[in-house]
């Protein structure tokens, strides 16, 4: 069975960027869809991104053009990186697969159970 777990996260200032990796374990990452999600502190949990099996992705708007997600399907991981970081990007990143529509698009509806999230603060 897929496992993931997300890492990376860590204290940055506004403006600045990140890596975060997801890293799948049990079986191969090929021909799964993955996204990222977040929860902020004292909210839920929402989509932030996603990419099918065929490198095809979505965003957030919250996130266009900051965020870039993207797949090493050699390494098993999946990447999201975040530029121009601001506070309101601070939460507890998670990643797992997601349901798929129309021609195998990514959703962002998580299909799996939660693996580890990685914090990501953004602060001056």
């Known amino acids: 069975q897929l496992q993931l777990a997300a890492s990376g996260g860590g204290l940055v200032q506004p403006g600045g960027s990140l890596r975060l990796h997801c890293v799948a374990s049990?079986?191969?990452?090929?021909?799964?869809?993955i996204g990222w999600f977040r929860q902020p502190p004292g909210k839920g949990r929402e989509g932030v991104s996603c990419?099918?099996?065929?490198?095809?992705?979505n965003y957030a708007d919250s996130v266009k053009g900051r965020y870039t997600i993207s797949r090493d399907d050699a390494k098993n991981t999946v990447y999201l990186q975040m530029n121009n970081l601001k506070p309101e990007d601070t939460a507890v990143y998670f990643c797992?697969?997601?349901?798929?529509?129309?021609?195998?698009?990514?959703?962002?509806?998580?299909?799996?159970?939660w693996g580890p999230g990685t914090q990501v603060t953004v602060s001056s």
């Open positions: 797992s697969t997601v349901l798929t529509g129309v021609q195998a698009m990514c959703s962002m509806i998580h299909s799996n159970s």
């Open positions: 049990g079986t191969a990452l090929d021909y799964h869809a």
């Open positions: 990419i099918a099996h065929d490198g095809r992705t």
